[in-house]
Nanobody
């Protein structure tokens, strides 16, 4: 199994930056794929960014050029660097890992972008 714990959320003003972290209970090198999802009030959960064990990345169009997903194998941690934040980025952000045939989710961290 894989346990995931997100951190780094908070309240920021539009145009600000946040760096989310997802600490995994096992080496992320051994995890097939990891990603960040978000769910805003009244909306469906959506994929924000994903990265495979091979290093390929994908981003939803709304965050391209602003967000960067990366991993630190030595620290068993996945990151999401979020720049130029907009109010519409406000959501609970979740870390997901795919390991073997199963997917695992963190509990989420709140990101609020507001003036």
């Amino acid at each position: 199994q894989v346990q995931l714990v997100e951190s780094g959320g908070g309240l920021v003003q539009p145009g600000g930056s946040l760096r989310l972290s997802c600490a995994a209970s096992r080496s992320i090198f051994s995890i097939n794929a990891m990603g960040w999802y978000r769910q805003a009030p009244g909306k469906q959960r959506e994929l924000v960014a994903a990265i495979t064990s091979g290093g390929s990345t994908n981003y939803t169009d709304s965050v391209k050029g602003r967000f960067t997903i990366s991993g630190d194998n030595a620290k068993n941690t996945l990151y999401l660097q979020m720049n130029s934040l907009k109010p519409e980025d406000t959501a609970v952000y979740y870390c997901k890992a795919v390991f073997s045939l199963l997917e695992y989710w963190g509990r989420g961290t709140q990101v609020t972008v507001s003036s």
